[in-house]
Nanobody
Framework: QVHLVESGGGLVQPGGSLSLSCTAS????????VGWYRQPPGKQRELVAI???????TYADSVKGRSTISRDNGKNTVDLRMNNLKPEDTAVYYC??????????????WGQGTQVTVSS
């Protein structure tokens, strides 16, 4: 069992920056693929950024160039830094980790989410 706790959300002005952090407990963190998703008001959850356990990253087009995902396997953390925030970045942001078990099934865990509101 893996427990994820996000932090760093809040109210940010348009054009501002924020850093989200997620700390994992349980499991073997360096084996996990890690990522951030978000759910805007009234919309479905969507990908923001992911980092595979080999370090390869993927970003949603909407945040590419102004976001950076990073991980620290020694601290069991995955962070998301976003710059030039826009009102459409307003959402609940979720941290997630996943891995394939010995039977080949994808196992994933999610944090409880942290609210990010971009508004003047």
């Amino acid at each position: 069992q893996v427990h994820l706790v996000e932090s760093g959300g809040g109210l940010v002005q348009p054009g501002g920056s924020l850093s989200l952090s997620c700390t994992a407990s349980g499991g073997i963190f360096n084996r996990y693929n890690v990522g951030w998703y978000r759910q805007p008001p009234g919309k479905q959850r969507e990908l923001v950024a992911i980092m595979m356990n080999n370090g390869k990253t993927t970003y949603a087009d909407s945040v590419k160039g102004r976001s950076t995902i990073s991980r620290d396997n020694g601290k069991n953390t995955v962070d998301l830094r976003m710059n030039n925030l826009k009102p459409e970045d307003t959402a609940v942001y979720y941290c997630t980790v996943n891995y394939r078990n010995t039977n080949g099934f994808l196992i994933d865990y999610w944090g409880q989410g942290t609210q990010v509101t971009v508004s003047s």
